[in-house]
């Protein structure tokens, strides 16, 4: 932001990003913010060592002879029916839940933010069709939604991320265009318009910034909803489909052998748990902390 | 004012419809694009097994060798007489089908929703009345964690402790209608609606400890307390009161999580709901099932979000008024 002609970006009630640093201060220095920021580095870090294969064991290798063993040296969460190793097959559970929440929020909080952002700019020719799609999707239960697509499409981790993905996108577009509405009014967007700056200069450099924080906080509580969906629609067999281990498949097949192996439900359920309160206290520590209210001098 | 009360309200109905059209079209071009179409899709492998003539003579059979448009039309126009097509694998017409699952979905969602309010108000109201006190910490992780625990999980969860500890399987032998016999029916329901009703909790929660709080520091609030009003009667009449509408509007927003959560509830606890129907349909490809189910329940979740709007303006006569 180093235009000339924004002088006044700093009082705009919307918030311009804050000093990233001041920030981080904040968030790490609030509770919430701080065990939101561990849980979820400790997800990521289980989710990495996933994905670079850096498991004890083949999380889809079958040991027959070890099948519903509890926690051990061994296997330290325990085996499944199958004797699979739980460990291996949580941690790849997170690391599948993480890239199809991942993807399918930026799906959704590109195309949603570019929408809102749009409908909130423009009038009525592009504001109209937006919002008639978005009222549609909303009249949607979004898990509902999410199994309609992931039934019609041909099943796979990607096909299962444009899903969840398209359920969020008139989120996005809710919470960014009221913002950009009143950006609209503001006297450094007017000067800009003014001073004869092409619109895609306005918006890029001008209003996207300032609604970067609205935009980053949602991104991470629509981060733990979509764990959420991409649990619940692997739990219910619409998920990405066997053997690849997903951490709402894992619960609902535990659902037989838990009252006498409680390890096959209990770990991937304190993951699920831990990835969305993480996200959860994440998101609500970014809100307080990139809330310009909160002083950005402090 | 009242001229335009009612403007505004004639203005959601015709918003609503439109709405309703649009997700009409959406269902409609979801289950197009099945790849094959839906006779492939439903008979499976089956399918290699057909003629290309008694392929064709399905297709014309279940007219879907004409225009898309005209398909759309004639299901759309088929909905309004009343027909909302034939369930292959079930042997039954949806009409008949959703007539006897979505009474046992409302009930399900009435019932959560009274279990969301009943735990999730009065917690709300602890927390607000000496705000980040220990009452008030104690209540937001328990809000936190309704929120951030899979529904699914709480209920695999809950049978698992149930059927090892109580030696007792819930959703075990026939369902029971609530009419046809109360007691049992009320015993079925009881823990899909417990756990529906505490992921219900955590929104209800966050919504009114926030409007109380708005609420309490108002100037009206402490003419009463002034003049002496009995605390129960503060509580309820001034500051629960005043505080209600964002409480409903939460309620009502929440009813469209709650009927995705009641596909989940009711295949754990096999209860013959409208979720189960959706969700049989989409296991076993019986397309004409999800086309019309997903419709209505569309339908149901819009009617629910305009009813809530007409709430707000009975319970707050401030809304009418402006």
Redesign the interface.
């Known amino acids: 932001m180093t235009t000339a002609v924004t002088p006044a970006e700093t009082t705009v009630a919307v918030g311009a990003p804050p000093a990233t640093t001041a920030a981080w201060r904040r968030l790490l220095r609030s509770p919430a913010g701080l065990i939101g920021t561990v849980l979820v580095a400790l997800i990521l870090i289980g989710a990495i060592c996933a994905i670079a294969g850096l498991t004890p064991y083949d999380p889809v290798a079958q040991h027959p002879r070890d099948a519903l063993q509890g926690p051990s040296g061994r296997y330290w969460l325990g085996t499944d029916q199958f004797g699979r190793d739980i460990f291996s097959r949580t941690l790849a559970g997170i690391g599948n839940s993480l890239r199809v929440s991942v993807v399918a929020v930026a799906l959704s909080g590109v195309v949603g933010t570019l929408a809102g952002v749009c409908a909130g700019y423009f009038g009525n020719k592009v504001r109209g069709p937006v919002l008639a799609v978005t009222n549609v999707l909303f009249a949607f239960p979004p898990l509902l939604l999410a199994l309609t697509l992931a039934t019609t499409l041909t099943r796979n981790w990607a096909t299962i991320a444009l899903a969840i993905g398209i359920v969020y996108v008139p989120i996005f577009v809710r919470v960014t265009r009221g913002p950009v509405l009143s950006l609209r009014e503001t006297d450094f967007i007017r000067a800009a318009r003014v001073v004869g700056l092409p619109t895609r200069r306005i918006l890029a450099r001008h209003i996207l910034p300032n609604i970067s924080a609205i935009v980053t906080v949602q991104v991470t509580l629509s981060l733990s909803w979509a764990v959420l969906t991409e649990a619940s629609l692997s739990f219910l067999g619409l998920g990405s489909p066997p053997p690849a281990p997903s951490l709402g498949s894992m619960v609902f097949d535990a659902k037989v052998f838990a009252s006498t192996a409680w390890w096959t439900l209990a770990a991937p359920g304190v993951a699920i748990v831990i990835f969305v309160v993480g996200l959860n206290l994440l998101g609500d520590g970014l809100r307080d902390a990139l809330d310009p209210r909160n002083g950005r001098n402090s | 004012m009242r001229r335009f009360a009612r403007h505004s309200l004639t203005r959601r109905l015709v918003?609503a419809v439109?709405?309703?059209f649009?997700?009409a079209?959406?269902?409609f071009a979801?289950?197009r694009?099945?790849?094959g179409d839906q006779i492939t899709a439903t008979l499976g492998t089956e399918s290699a097994a057909l003629s290309p003539d008694q392929l064709a003579s399905l297709r014309d059979y279940y007219g879907l060798d004409k225009p898309l448009p005209v398909q759309f039309f004639s299901w759309l126009g088929d909905i309004f007489t009343g027909n909302l097509g034939y369930s292959q694998r079930a042997g039954e017409s949806v009409l008949a089908m959703t007539e006897s699952a979505l009474p046992i979905t409302i009930e399900l969602a009435i019932l959560a929703t009274i279990v969301g309010l009943v735990i999730g108000v009065p917690l709300a109201m602890l927390s607000a009345s000496r705000p980040n006190g220990a009452r008030d910490g104690v209540s937001q992780v328990i809000g936190?964690?309704a929120?951030?625990?899979?529904?699914?999980?709480i209920a695999?969860?809950l049978?698992?402790l149930i059927?090892?500890y109580a030696h007792y399987n819930p959703n075990a032998g026939e369902f029971q209608h609530l009419f046809a016999n109360p007691g049992v029916n009320l015993q079925q329901m009881m823990f899909p609606a417990l756990v529906l009703g505490f992921g219900l909790a955590a929104p209800i929660m966050r919504t009114a400890r926030t409007s109380l709080l708005e609420v309490s520091t108002a100037d009206f609030m402490r003419t009463a307390r002034g003049k002496g009003v009995a605390p129960m009667r503060l509580r309820v009449r001034h500051l629960l009161h005043n505080a209600l509408n964002p409480i409903i509007t939460m309620t009502g927003i929440q009813f469209?999580?709650?009927?995705?959560?009641a596909?989940?509830v009711e295949?754990?606890f096999s209860v013959p709901g409208i979720g189960q129907q959706?969700?049989v349909g989409?296991?076993q490809?019986d397309y004409a099932v999800?086309q019309s189910t997903?419709l209505v329940?569309?339908t149901l979740?819009?009617l629910v979000n305009l009813l809530t709007d007409f709430l707000y303006r009975v319970v707050d006569p401030r809304v009418r008024a402006s």
């Open positions: 918003e439109l709405t309703l649009g997700v079209v959406l269902v979801m289950l694009a099945i790849p936190l964690l929120l951030s625990i899979p529904n699914f999980l695999a969860t049978l698992t059927s090892k469209g999580y709650l009927l995705g959560g596909i989940v295949q754990i959706v969700l989409m296991q490809k999800v997903v329940i569309a979740f819009v």
